[in-house]
């Protein structure tokens, strides 16, 4: 999709180091404070950013009026903030990530199952970037398909590839080079994580998804196919009163593709069972979604 693939990046280097400095002299409390005043600029003078945010708000609940959509885009830009905020605090040592997984003995007995790695599918939902410090006590080797478009402040801040770590990145460009580390990594029997929401360029498939038609990426489905490897949903939430995430496994597909078959007769179904639950745990926590696209438009 063609807005995939200019999505502005509001964040830089210096932003980053601002907001590190902030925590280090005024703590979390405060920095979120801070960050809600610079989410109001980004509301009022940055139209990009409300246009990209403007087709889920629309489908989540339509007819809704302008004001309290340029409010609904606020709560999100500022959730946005405050979880970027906790994933900083949490790599300088001065947060704790505190979480419970959810059906987590499901995906202990399909990495023993299976010999030929697993697909764990995310979205940009919560505070998915936090959410690899959950992994790096599982033993596993997990590598996270991103965007190679990514902020390189961001990159930063994520510490990609650090050595001594289970976490390594794989990044999807225009080349087919990331479809050869995916296959070499499930391969060796290892855990992929990727996202499902966002296709940044790639074909997709049609689905139902809050109030529409929308377009998802099937890429992950495909590779499973050629590889016999299950694809996990895995998703998560915060709760707002205990300020704990929660880490939960879902569904399990096992994808097959004949070879007279499309990519929607093939995949459509594993997709749409993805796509609901997104919609599930988005109807429940509609300002922890991301998805900053209009994947209702292909």
């Not at 902020?151 to 801040?157: E, L």
Request: hydrophobic share 45%; net charge positive; proline share 3%.
């Amino acid at each position: 999709m063609k807005n995939d693939l200019a999505e502005p990046r509001r964040g830089n280097r210096l932003g980053f180091a601002f907001f590190s400095l902030m925590l280090r002299l005024l703590g979390i409390r405060h920095t979120n404070r801070m960050a809600a005043l610079v989410c109001l600029y980004y509301l009022l003078f940055d139209p990009r950013a409300v246009k990209r945010v403007a087709p889920y708000l629309r489908h989540l609940e339509p007819g809704i009026g302008r004001m309290h959509l340029y409010f609904r885009a606020w709560k999100i830009f500022h959730s946005q903030a405050k979880m970027l905020i906790e994933r900083s605090a949490s790599l300088m040592g001065l947060l704790k990530f505190r979480h419970q997984r959810s059906n987590f003995e499901a995906f202990l007995a399909l990495r023993n199952e299976s010999s030929n790695g697993i697909i764990l599918l995310g979205a940009h939902f919560s505070n998915w970037q936090l959410m690899v410090e959950g992994l790096k006590d599982i033993d596993s080797t997990f590598n996270l398909v991103v965007n190679q478009e990514m902020n390189p402040a961001v990159r930063d801040s994520l510490k990609i590839n650090s050595a001594n770590s289970n976490i390594r990145y794989i990044f999807a460009g225009n080349t087919g080079n990331a479809v050869v580390e995916i296959a070499a990594a499930l391969c060796r029997n290892e855990v992929v994580c990727m996202m499902g929401d966002r296709a940044f360029g790639a074909d997709t498939v049609e689905v139902e998804f809050l109030n529409g038609k929308a377009h998802f990426p099937y890429g992950a489905y495909a590779i499973a196919a050629k590889l016999n490897t299950p694809v996990m949903t895995l998703l998560m939430h915060k709760d707002q009163a205990s300020g704990e995430y929660s880490v939960h496994s879902g569904s399990v597909s096992r994808p097959q593709r004949q070879r007279q078959q499309t990519a929607q007769e093939a995949f459509g179904s594993d997709v749409q069972k993805y796509a609901g639950e997104l919609e599930t745990i988005i109807r429940k926590y509609p300002e922890q979604c991301f998805l900053f696209t209009d994947v209702w438009t292909k």
